[in-house]
T-cell receptor, first 111, second 113 residues
Framework: GQNIDQPTEMTATEGAIVQINCTYQ??????LFWYQQHAGEAPTFLSY????GLEEKGRFSSFLSRSKGYSYLLLKELQMKDSASYLC????????????FGRGTSLIVHP | SAVISQKPSRDICQRGTSLTIQCQVD?????MFWYRQQPGQSLTLIAT?????????ESGFVIDKFPISRPNLTFSTLTVSNMSPEDSSIYLC??????????FGQGTRLTVV
């Protein structure tokens, strides 16, 4: 089966940096997504990693290590609006390319 | 990218009734999916909607309870049949245009009373 682990909740201060970790154990690997989901809204796409290394996109960066089954999402210069749930999703091996989602990490940003 | 319109956005339904949720994508997509998200939980895949053929259901979900249609490459429906309070959840339509990104509709918040 597939197993994806993320911390349940994190808190941080406005203007700070926070790193949200995701570890996975899947049958094969075809990529990893990060999504942001505000309460009562649909998930919105943040990043996609399929090769090892860091992908930077503005204040958000995502890192992947396939050998370690590990990824993190780095949020810089935190803003209050970054308070949301962050979902890690992995595409396992095989031809379906259907992502399996972790439970999500609820990030609370304090002033 | 793709823009997905999902409706209704929310509904309150009586137990024993059925609700059909519609999902319209603004461009042709290769894959469409239906997810359920219960309070405080992550997304659980219900099924993959296949164009012109029966949907592919995940373990724990059956066609009689969640019939799905996908008559073309841009439209799909999910019906929640014979509803009970346990079906209260957010239902999300998702579409992929390639291997890299998956987009979501705004979700349907269903409450069964």
């Amino acid at each position: 089966g597939q197993n994806i682990d993320q911390p349940t909740e994190m808190t941080a201060t406005e203007g700070a940096i926070v790193q949200i970790n995701c570890t996975y154990q899947t049958s094969g690997f075809n990529g990893l997504f990060w999504y942001q989901q505000h309460a009562g809204e649909a998930p919105t796409f943040l990043s996609y990693n399929v090769l090892d290394g860091l992908e930077e996109k503005g204040r958000f960066s995502s890192f992947l290590s396939r050998s370690k089954g590990y990824s993190y999402l780095l949020l810089k210069e935190l803003q209050m609006k970054d308070s949301a749930s962050y979902l890690c999703a992995v595409i396992p091996g095989g031809g379906s390319y259907i992502p399996t989602f972790g439970r999500g990490t609820s990030l609370i940003v304090h002033p | 990218s793709a823009v997905i319109s999902q409706k209704p956005s929310r509904d309150i339904c009586q137990r024993g009734t059925s609700l059909t949720i519609q999902c319209q994508v603004d461009s042709q997509v290769t894959m469409m999916f239906w997810y359920r998200q219960q309070p405080g939980q992550s997304l659980t895949l219900i099924a993959t909607a296949n164009q012109g053929s029966e949907a592919t259901y995940e373990s724990g979900f059956v066609i009689d309870k969640f019939p799905i249609s996908r008559p073309n490459l841009t439209f799909s429906t999910l019906t929640v049949s014979n509803m009970s309070p346990e079906d209260s959840s957010i239902y999300l339509c998702s579409a992929r245009t390639g291997k890299t990104e998956a987009f979501f509709g705004q979700g349907t918040r269903l409450t069964v009373v």
